[in-house]
């Protein structure tokens, strides 16, 4: 089975840019990119905006056929009711979101989200047909004490538990202690947990979803550290925080090729 993952160069704003910077700097990045000469068939640019922001970046998008996508950074795992301060994936798929991001270390941290919950946003973005960005990875204790991979691969394990074999998914390996940390994992160390991933995903979706799954990898990603990533056979791309604020950045970012000719 021959199957083309275009690299996806994915920016999580986090709780940064309010709705008017976030019109601004979707444009600013449109233009940088075109100027660049990028190409949407080397890669495959996202951002993920603060809730606030989505309704503004849907319409800009939309109104100037941007080739950027969008999406939120967490949805409910239910649909509508008694839900104070949540966010259902029927309000999200409304806005044109391609993608969520599910269970990002920060939800899990703060937030005290667990595996089980993980699993049903999983579902809700699967029903309502956003690609959800299942978020996994180990603390620096986790490591310490496991190993690398044994933590992520439970996490996935149980994210994907119930989903259909054809669920369109995207999985994000985000080593806590590399998250805002300047101290990025190796790429030797993203490659050996993305392709237990990608081995998770064939256990329990099959071949056909491993194959066709991006697997990204975040934590202190920047334009000097991409190319060791985009090399490994496994990493289809990159979650970015700190370094997607960054107009000039991210774009250089998005344009690994230049750097390395991979
Ligand atoms: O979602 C993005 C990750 O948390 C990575 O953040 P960072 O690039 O600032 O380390």
Redesign the pocket.
Known sequence: MVVNRVPLLAG?WKMNLDHLQAIAFVQKLAWTLKDAGHDVADAEVAVFPPFTDLRSVQTLVAADKLPIAYGAQDLSAHDSGAYTGEISGAFLAQLDCTYV?IG???RRTLHGEDDEQVKAKTAAAVKHGIVPVICVGETAEDLAEQGPSAVPVAQLTTALEGLDASADILVAY?PVW????GQAATPDQAEQVAAALRGVIASVLGEDAAARTRILY????KSSNIAGFMREPNVDGA?????SLDVAEFSSIVRFQKHVGV
């Open positions: 999580n991001i990002h270390s920060e985000e590399a998250i805002g940390s975040g934590g202190s990603v979650l970015i925080g700190g370094a």
